[in-house]
């Protein structure tokens, strides 16, 4: 066992530098060795994490996925240790223009959808689950136009749904699948003109990232980690900035009941083996 315990992170955006390295002197500080490895995608640091060389990974809920089936193949054992409050409960809508003649979900057979990324959870995988659930299978009958932006980071990146949306803004689509906060974000800052959408369905709830814990560190450097995460205030003029970088107000303690459905997806699609190696077609991070 590392006397520092070392994180993996992926460098989806330069705030992860500020945060992270703020979070790793705010550990030191309480007496706890915490250090980082920046990742360029999920991928590599789901192979990192699964077989040892790093202790703990903030993963993304397909990457969450992926490290638990490649750690159990290698006979590990990873944790979900902590969770953002932001991360639980969380929803995808389909989305279309507000004055087009869709009334249900049926009414979008034989028409195009946009997506976001191969890999996105919120914006690809999800959603296209659920539209095939009610009858509407991609490729049979509905056409899926996917906007692969930032593949390899799961969809953290959002530019390929916000354009998705800007595809639905222009009307080459029918209908547009993004995370419900993105519907929200892309209305505030313009990209979908006040008023110009309307929500036709929304998925069931489901949870995002987690901080994965690997069986490479003690019980005991487990629960310290994961109490002196809890442990953080919003109140603190030190934590305040990183959390809101980071998009969260409290750490809570991290679960796996929200990922039934992401799970069911990945199967769905093949996108991993059930022991974690990468089996999407056309996937290149």
């Known amino acids: 066992m590392r006397m520092t315990l070392l994180m993996g992170a992926v460098a989806y955006d ?23 490895v920046l990742y360029s995608n999920y991928e590599r640091q789901a192979e990192d994490l699964a077989s040892g060389r790093i202790d703990a990974a903030w993963n993304s809920p397909l990457s969450w996925i992926r490290s638990r089936r490649l750690a159990e193949a290698n006979g590990r054992r990873l944790t979900p240790l902590v969770m953002r409050d932001t991360d639980r409960d969380l929803t995808s809508v389909v989305v279309v223009r507000a004055d087009s003649p869709y009334k249900d979900l049926a009414d979008l057979k034989g ?20 539209l095939a659930e009610r009858g509407l299978r991609p490729g049979v ?3 899926v136009r996917r906007f692969d ?13 916000r354009d998705a949306a800007r595809a639905l803004a222009a009307g080459t689509v029918a209908a547009a699948c993004m995370i419900d906060s993105n519907h929200l974000l892309f209305g505030r800052e313009g990209t979908l003109a ?20 690997s069986d490479t560190v ?14 953080m205030s919003y109140v603190d003029p030190q934590v305040r900035p990183l959390f809101d970088l980071e998009g969260l107000t409290s750490w809570q ?8 459905a992401l799970e069911a997806a990945v199967d769905e699609t093949s996108f991993y083996s059930r022991e974690g190696a990468v089996t999407a077609a056309g996937y290149q991070p």
């Open 218 to 231: 003690s019980a005991e450097v487990m629960r310290r980690f994961g109490d002196l995460l809890l442990s």
């Open 141 to 143: 009958d509905i056409t």
């Open 14 to 36: 330069p705030k992860v530098v500020t945060i992270w390295g703020g979070f790793r002197s705010w550990f030191n500080e309480h007496g706890f060795p915490l250090d980082f």
């Open 111 to 130: 028409e195009t959808i946009a997506v976001g990324a191969i890999d996105s959870p919120q914006a690809t995988l999800l959603p296209c689950s659920f």
């Open 194 to 213: 006040a008023g110009s959408t309307r929500v036709l369905a929304q998925t069931p709830r489901f949870d995002h990232c987690n901080m994965s814990v």
């Open 149 to 161: 932006v930032g593949v390899g980071l799961h969809g953290d990146h959002i530019g390929g749904e």
């Open 253 to 260: 303690s991290g679960r796996t009941s929200g990922y039934g």
